[in-house]
C-alpha cells in the first residue's frame, strides 16, 4: 500500500512560482502513474494534472495547462508540481494521488485509491 506526504505549500503572490512535493513509501512507486488534484473552499476536488509511471507522459487540466508542469523522480519516490504564474484562482489544497490501477493515467477522482493529506497553497492578488 502507498503512503504520499506532500510538502512545499505556502502563501505566495500573483505572477509568482512555487513547487510542491509528493514522497511516497510503501509500494513500488515507480511502477504507478501519479496525479495531482486540488480542492478549493466550498468546492469538489478537481483533477489538476498526472504523469505516467514512467514519467514519459503527462496531461494537465485546461485551467493549469502552460503554466504547471508535473514531473517525478523515480529514484527519491517522489512526484513534484511547478506552479508557475500563479492566480489568486490556483488557491487549493494541493493532494497527489496513486490510482487503484498502477499504469493508468487517471483523471477522475474515484480512479484514484491512495492520498495524500494534503499542502495549502494560497495566492494573493
Known amino acids: 500500500q502507498v503512503q504520499l506526504v506532500e510538502s512545499g505549500g505556502g502563501l505566495m503572490q500573483a505572477g509568482g512560482s512555487l513547487r510542491i512535493s509528493c514522497a511516497a513509501s510503501?509500494?513500488?512507486?515507480?511502477?504507478?502513474?501519479m496525479g495531482w488534484f486540488r480542492q478549493a473552499p466550498g468546492k469538489e476536488r478537481e483533477f489538476v494534472a498526472a504523469?505516467?509511471?514512467?514519467?514519459?507522459?503527462?496531461y494537465y487540466a485546461d485551467s493549469v495547462k502552460g503554466r504547471f508542469t508535473i514531473s517525478r523522480d523515480n529514484a527519491k519516490n517522489t512526484v513534484y508540481l511547478q506552479m508557475n504564474n500563479l492566480k489568486p484562482e490556483d488557491t487549493a489544497v494541493y493532494y497527489c494521488?496513486?490510482?487503484?490501477?498502477?499504469?493508468?493515467?487517471?483523471?477522475?477522482?474515484?480512479?484514484?485509491?491512495?492520498w495524500g493529506q494534503g499542502t495549502q497553497v494560497t495566492v494573493s492578488s
Open positions: 494521488a496513486a490510482p487503484f490501477y498502477r499504469q493508468t493515467m487517471a483523471v477522475r477522482r474515484d480512479e484514484y485509491g491512495y
Open positions: 504523469i505516467s509511471w514512467t514519467g514519459a507522459r503527462t
Open positions: 510503501g509500494g513500488a512507486f515507480s511502477s504507478y502513474a
